[in-house]
């Protein structure tokens, strides 16, 4: 917890940046006890079975326990959980690295050039906004990797519902360097000026409008350079002016940990926690993760997402697997990682609150669809008028 003297501060300044007391938070041990479903803490980092956590889960009761200890974890604990085995099925995964595969050659054909927030281009193969790239493009493949229960899990642990989805692809290929250490989105893509106009609550309310994951689509071998995290280290309330420092940089360097992965496992933390991907030192290995920014309904994302286009590609996919059996847990998931999930901002005048005190949001108008069996061509209709409603 921040404590007390700490919380009594309005403006954060270079000087907050005490060394010691940073190292008094990070050099703390996790402790199993504190942590009830993981199955063993590995480098100061709770690592949890998915099948087990599924059990756990499995009624509303056990997934509230579940995910109170998630927000604990992410919030006072280390700042980072792995899920072993968070994806099951393996077809599942490698049918969406095609689709990865597939936009990377796109995009190079094209002569588009990817940069990186803090790594030097062309030390990897970007692909932005992959979510709404590949809904378009192979919503079958999407809508059988986005229906994942771990995801939804820990995104509505941590963010609540109407949870905004996006994802950047990365591939860090043999040779690639390391990025530097940082914190992210929000207040860690500003300059050290710009953060220091926010005032420190802003400072706290920052890791809390964002989640972020990185799912492994190979073997992730420390040679590789999975990502170096330092646990514990998003507890340091005046970290979004500290990790440029040289001396914070220096002793990230010293005392980062960094855990191999398997396909599969999905990795969530704290955007706070101070972290940066790893030098793949291999000499064969493409290093390839899907990086998750799930966005609180409060916040803004970092990626402009066309979520009608995606509704309007998934709807006929929705359709067939609610006719092939699948349940209404599976269909809501990829309903949540397709569609606006928050009914604001809008133009009240043209869209005003229906039977509360919000109009429909998009997700609202795709779940109708899916549930009343709507022709495309109405969906399509509706989409485009709410479309036009809320930019009035």
């Known amino acids: 917890m921040i404590p007390s003297a700490a919380r009594s501060r309005t403006w954060l300044t270079e000087e907050d940046c005490d060394l010691g007391a940073f190292r008094a938070l990070v050099e703390q041990r996790t402790d199993l006890a504190d942590h009830p479903s993981a199955a063993r803490i590995e480098q100061n980092v709770p690592l949890y079975d998915s099948g087990r956590l599924r059990a756990l889960a499995a009624t509303p009761e056990g997934r509230r326990t579940v995910q109170a200890e998630l927000v604990r ?68 493949v999407f809508a059988d990797y986005y229906a994942n229960d771990v995801l939804e899990l820990v995104a509505e642990a941590w963010l609540g519902p109407a949870y905004q989805v996006t994802s950047q692809v990365n591939v860090v290929n043999p040779g690639g360097a390391a990025q530097s250490a940082h914190r992210d989105y929000h207040l860690g893509f500003l300059s050290q000026r710009q953060a220091t106009a926010y005032p420190a609550h802003v400072h706290r309310l920052s890791p809390v409008l964002t989640l972020q994951g990185a799912v492994a689509h190979c073997d992730m071998p420390v040679e590789s350079g999975p990502t170096l995290y330092l646990p514990h280290s998003q507890k340091f309330e005046p970290g979004y002016l500290a990790w440029r420092l040289p001396e914070f940089v220096e002793y990230f360097d010293a005392h980062h940990v960094q855990l191999p992965l398997e396909k599969g496992d999905a990795a969530f933390f704290n955007p706070a926690l101070f972290h940066a991907a790893g030098h793949n030192r291999s000499a064969d290995i493409l290093r390839m993760a899907n ?102």
């Open 73 to 140: 974890t992410l919030l006072e604990g280390p700042g980072i959980v792995v899920f072993k085995g968070a994806f099951t099925d393996a077809a599942v995964v490698d049918a969406a690295s095609d689709a990865f595969r597939a936009l990377i050659r796109e995009e190079r054909a094209a002569g588009t050039s990817r940069g990186d927030h803090f790594a030097k281009p062309g030390a990897n193969d970007r692909v932005w906004n992959a979510l709404d790239k590949v809904a378009v493009r192979a919503p079958e």
């Open 291 to 392: 990086l998750l920014q799930i966005s609180s309904a409060f916040g803004r994302a970092m990626e402009t997402v066309d979520r009608e286009a995606m509704a309007n590609a998934l709807f006929p996919v929705l359709l067939r697997r609610r006719d092939e059996g699948v349940g209404p847990e599976w269909l809501r998931r990829v309903v949540a990682a397709t569609a606006e999930g928050y009914p604001f901002p809008t133009d009240l005048d043209l869209d005003p609150p229906v039977d509360g005190l919000a109009p429909p949001s998009q997700a609202d108008t795709l779940w109708r669809a899916v549930t009343e069996g709507w022709d495309p061509g109405r969906l399509r209709q509706e989409l485009s008028a709410g479309t036009a409603r809320r930019r009035g």
